[in-house]
DNA sequence: CTAACATGCCGTCAGTGTCT
DNA sequence: AGACACTGACGGCATGTTAG
């Protein structure tokens, strides 16, 4: 939280922090309290679940009924049911599993491939709609969205893909993480999915740098194993090394905050996949919607055309 | 102006699935 | 079987909005 370098609002904070424990309901992001605000009656089991919110907001009415009808289910049984229910990644890679030009979430090649960045690859529209503020909309095969402005040309114009990984980070903004400059001037960094982690003598970090260094913890660099290790640092100490209980705390605490910091990073990347399904689930409800008004139109046309006159 | 509420983001924990 | 990734849940913080 320190590195956001915020001014506290004490009372605030205060004052939210007893509305937390008081039981009233606190106030909730919207990503969060899309799903949770319906699936919150499901969680009557004491402690947490680990259900996929997609998955309870889709069976959704099932669970209520059961839960009316038959007030405790076995809890094993409820479990593997929605365990069989894939989360809204794997709900979004199979949603756009038939559109070659849609990439999967997850899927870094639409950065890497030849495409520019945040410009996919698209498929041939089928579809072109216009909505009430002069957007173009084009269906591809599948259901892929794409939209342009009035000014382009046309389909040839399209631009953004809306259900498309366009907001994921650049390869070179997601590279590093974590950057703290020591005090001797030496850089650390995180690097996700790297496979080293090299640990800095003496070097102490500033603690609002995250978990790169805590406390009188040592700083600890994760870098490729190829690459040439500066002078002054030392590989972390493997754990078939470690004798004393001293050095088997610290190597526990050295894989607690290797975890930590991976999991930290693992859930902003889940965030981020998050905005990017609701993204995509909404421009699938405006496309859905435009060609739904389309198809009416279509069958009033129809009726006008075949149904006999009355006059 | 201020308290209360809303919103958005974050870090952490824990359960589950997948991979090796 | 263990390691690891993914993600829901929870609580905290900062900031914006609104009603009194």
Known sequence: MSKRGRKK????????????????????????????????????????????????????????????????????????????RPSYRRILNELSSDVPGVPKIGEEKSEEGGSPPGITTMAVPTSIYQTSTGQYIAIAQGGAVQLSNP????????????????????????????????????????????????????????????????????????????????????MAASPGSLHGPQQLAEEATRKRELRLMKNREAAKECRRRKKEYVKCLESRVAILEVQNKKLIEELETLKDIYSPKTD
């Open 9 to 84: 609002y004490v009372q605030t904070n205060i004052r939210q922090m007893a509305m937390a424990t008081v039981g009233s309901q606190p106030a909730r992001c919207v990503t969060d309290s899309v799903v949770e605000s319906r699936s919150a009656h499901l969680q009557t089991r004491a402690g947490r679940t680990a259900v996929p919110a997609v998955a309870q907001v889709a069976t959704i009415t099932e669970t209520d009924e059961s839960a009316d009808s038959e007030g405790v289910i076995d809890s094993h049984k409820h479990r593997e049911i929605l365990s069989q």
């Open 151 to 234: 000014g382009s040309e046309g389909v040839q114009g399209l631009q953004a893909l809306t259900m498309t990984n366009s907001g994921a980070p650049p390869p070179s903004a997601a590279l590093v993480h974590y950057a703290a400059q020591a005090a001797d001037g030496k850089q650390q960094f995180f690097v996700p999915g790297s496979q080293v982690v090299v640990q800095d003598e003496e070097t102490e970090l500033d603690p609002s740098h995250m978990a790169v260094a805590t406390g009188d913890m040592p700083a600890y660099q994760i870098r490729a194993p190829a690459t040439a290790l500066p002078q002054g640092v030392v």
